[in-house]
């Protein structure tokens, strides 16, 4: 059997793990929006038009923070449409998406649904497109000014007397993307985010600020883009965004399934960036990371279907996610929790319907799909300190990773907790591992994704992907550690509790 060895020391620290690492986001985009978390007359809905049921599947999540409201869509989007009287506000062809937006749910609707999800904070963006730095200014003014001016005033008049004192916003989104309304050159760019940043801040100091990275590492002007965006921004923005998605257009399990290894390097990479231009400006500053996009997402493009444009949540890339795709998604996790050190916010891309780990019926029910579990066990249990676990496993090459892992492990501590997230890619083998600790730990809990087709797919009639629970007597404490063996192709969690140290 092939064996991998794991050495585990508290000592080891990567870093505290921030807890936003297990954002979400929802875009006005698809059927995120409507018909998705805000259903007027659905059976569940509550008297603001939330879905109850969807909530309920959202809350065990644990999301910390959700960025709203795009993406694309806020290149364009006019945030005075979405707020006020319901029946005021107008329907816009938006381009983004090609869809209709009837502006039923905005910024004070979003924070009413965050309210109803419970401790959940926004990260709000502000467009940066077709909108100006004042545009951004006048969002802050409306959403943390106390009261006293004009749109801290009409905040108030549309029935929201507290601030919402929104500390997280994003300065537009993919800037870069020659699909953005309104893309601009990174110095374009780079100037206007600075302006709105200086702007958004002297409203309200308290702020954080992220600044678009480029749209994916494979973008031709990756690199310079964050450079120069940075030579404008350094003194004035906390985050630079990073996205990406991956896909397996042509079937390569091992491939698709090595991934997590490329956005391990982009962290880096940009990691990297950030301290260069720290040097350069000579800052006592840290620039951290926020990767405020990051998913799987291929199988909507790969089945060619076009919805009619122009009409009101227009249902596209409501991918149908698989097995392979919930052990991926358990990878990128792990590889977030190993860059804990450098990126403090992520976010999952999407929440609700488009890409996302929830789907919804129009009039019918609410489930989760494959890649709801392995974010669901992540973020319930992989709060703590991430410590740096050094593997020595076998290894493969293949289309996307020249030297891929074959075991992922990340681990983290919490008091006397030792939790574990392992994935074994290896499609045909189980692998031996042996967890060297520094002490003696006993199992508490083993929870597996396993023994599934990687086609396997959840539907609202029936779920092939269900994590199971493995006994605990499966994994061996010694006085030092732990072993266990990992099936083919699975996602584990294994949570252990110090008894003594060796
Ligand atoms: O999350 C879907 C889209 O992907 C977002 O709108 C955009 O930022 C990215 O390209």
């Not at 029946?87 to 309210?115: H, Y």
């Not at 943390?144 to 919402?164: E, Q, V």
């Not at 499966?474 to 008894?499: C, P, Q, Y």
């Amino acid at each position: 059997m092939l064996t991998a060895q794991l050495t585990i020391s508290s000592e080891n620290v990567i870093s505290p793990v921030d807890p936003r690492l297990y954002g979400s986001f929802i875009e006005h985009m698809g059927r995120a929006v409507y018909t998705g978390i805000y259903e007027p007359g659905h059976p569940s809905a509550d008297a603001n038009g939330f879905r109850k049921d969807v909530a309920e599947l959202i809350r065990p999540l644990n999301v910390p923070l959700i960025r709203y409201p795009g993406g694309n869509f806020v290149s364009g989007y006019r945030w005075e449409d979405g707020v006020g009287p319901k029946e005021a506000r107008p329907v816009r062809a938006e381009l983004a998406w090609q869809a209709l937006e009837p502006n039923q749910i905005g910024t004070n609707e979003f924070m009413d649904f965050l309210a109803l999800l419970g401790d959940t904070q926004p990260m709000l963006a502000v467009n940066l497109g077709t909108g100006s730095p004042q545009d951004a200014a006048n969002l802050v003014e409306y959403c943390n000014f106390p009261a006293g001016t004009y749109y801290s005033d009409l905040r108030i008049a549309h029935g929201y007397k507290a601030p919402h004192d929104i500390k997280l916003w994003c300065l537009g989104n993919e800037m870069d993307g020659p699909w953005q309304i309104c893309a601009k050159t990174a110095e374009e760019y780079g100037r206007a985010a600075c302006e709105a940043a200086k702007m958004m801040k002297w409203l309200d100091p308290g702020i954080e600020l992220v600044a678009c990275g480029s749209s994916y590492r494979e973008m031709p002007t990756f690199g310079e883009w964050e450079r120069t965006v940075l030579r404008h921004t350094y003194e004035h923005v906390d985050y630079l965004s990073l996205h990406t998605y991956y896909t397996n257009d042509d079937g390569d399990i091992a491939a698709f399934l090595a991934n997590n290894a490329r956005m391990d390097a982009f962290i880096k990479e940009v990691g990297a960036i950030c301290g260069e231009i720290k040097a350069e400006k000579g800052s006592s500053k840290d620039i951290k990371l926020s990767f405020d996009e990051w998913n799987v997402w291929y199988h909507f493009k790969k089945s060619g279907a076009e919805p009619p444009k122009w009409t009101v949540a227009r249902p596209i890339e409501e991918e149908l996610y698989d097995f392979a795709d919930a052990l991926l998604v358990g990878s990128m996790l792990i590889t977030l929790l190993n860059n804990a050190d450098r990126v403090k916010i992520a976010c999952l891309a999407q929440l609700v319907n488009t890409l996302a780990p929830i789907m919804t019926e129009p009039g019918g029910p609410a489930w989760v799909q494959t890649t709801y579990f392995p974010f669901l066990y992540t973020s319930i249990n992989g709060r703590g300190t991430a410590l740096a676990v050094e593997a020595d496993a076998p290894r493969y090459t293949c289309a996307t990773v020249k030297d891929a892992s074959y075991i992922d492990c990340a681990a983290v501590q919490n008091g006397d907790a030792l939790t574990l997230f392992l994935v074994n890619k290896h499609l045909e083998e189980d692998i031996r591992c042996e967890a060297a600790l520094g002490g003696a730990y006993e199992v508490l809990e083993w929870v597996a994704l396993q023994d599934s087709e990687f086609g396997g797919v959840n539907t609202k009639d029936e779920a092939k992907v269900r994590p199971i629970v493995r006994p605990r007597e499966d994994a061996e404490a010694s006085a030092s550690g732990v072993s266990f063996t990992l099936k083919k192709a699975s996602w584990n969690m294994i949570k252990l509790r110090l008894r003594s140290k060796a």
